[in-house]
């Protein structure tokens, strides 16, 4: 009963920008950690960026200090702001979050999006 909604992903030039969307919708009581992973040709999924509900995140090494995670609690959106993109940053970016639901969010599961193919190439 809880849909994962991505946007922003395409294509963009090395030393580029983009930022990607995922908006939640659905029985929703609360979320609490939300994040972004992406998982290239031939290799497994991989943590990019996660963020707790109050605002800490957390970076893989290859990413640090080139994106940046956020979240509106209020409109149950995270973005994930890919600055200085390299062609290694090409991958499908799949959102996933940690969704309390039922009348009185008693339940605790782990959602994903559908993935946005993310193209770094000149």
């Known amino acids: 009963q809880v849909q994962l909604v991505e946007s922003g992903g395409g294509l963009v030039q090395p030393g580029g920008s983009l930022r990607l969307s995922c908006a939640a919708s659905g029985s929703i009581f609360s979320i609490n950690g939300m994040g972004w992973n992406r998982q290239a040709p031939g290799k497994q999924r991989e943590l990019v960026a996660a963020?707790?509900?109050?605002?800490?995140?957390n970076y893989a090494d290859s990413v640090k200090g080139r994106f940046t995670i956020s979240r509106d609690n209020a409109k149950n959106t995270v973005y994930l702001q890919m600055n200085s993109l390299k062609p290694e940053d090409t991958a499908v970016y799949y959102c996933n979050a940690d969704v309390w639901t039922g009348v009185a969010g008693t339940r605790l599961n782990n959602y994903w999006g559908q993935g946005t193919q993310v193209t770094v190439s000149s």
């Open positions: 963020i707790t509900r109050a605002g800490s995140t």
